[in-house]
Nanobody, 116 residues
Framework: QVEVVESGGGLVEPGGSLSLSCSAS????????MGWFRQAPGKQRELVAV?????????ADSVKGRFTISREDDETTVTVSLQMSGLKPEDTDVYYC????????WGKGIQVTVSS
């Protein structure tokens, strides 16, 4: 069993920056990949950024050059951070973190609002 917990988020003005953090913890941890999706009400969940096997990263076209994903491991916890800059109103969404172990484990989601 893997527990995924997100933190960060909140309200920021257009053009501003915000950081999200996600920790995956559990016994005998072997996390193959972690990443972020986002979802607005009534819309499908869409990929934002992935930190996969071998440190390979992928980003949605809409966030390339503005968002950066990074990962840090210790004995029992894996943490992935999403640094967001140049935020736009269309980045407003609930952001969900996932961690892949034997299956995908999801966090509860965290709100990011970009508004003046």
């Amino acid at each position: 069993q893997v527990e995924v917990v997100e933190s960060g988020g909140g309200l920021v003005e257009p053009g501003g920056s915000l950081s999200l953090s996600c920790s995956a913890s559990g016994n005998r941890l072997s996390i193959h990949g972690m990443g972020w999706f986002r979802q607005a009400p009534g819309k499908q969940r869409e990929l934002v950024a992935v930190h996969g096997r071998g440190g390979v990263t992928n980003y949605a076209d809409s966030v390339k050059g503005r968002f950066t994903i990074s990962r840090e491991d210790d004995e029992t916890t894996v943490t992935v951070s999403l640094q967001m800059s140049g935020l736009k109103p269309e980045d407003t969404d609930v952001y969900y973190c996932y961690a892949t172990h034997d299956k995908n484990y999801w966090g509860k989601g965290i709100q990011v609002t970009v508004s003046s």
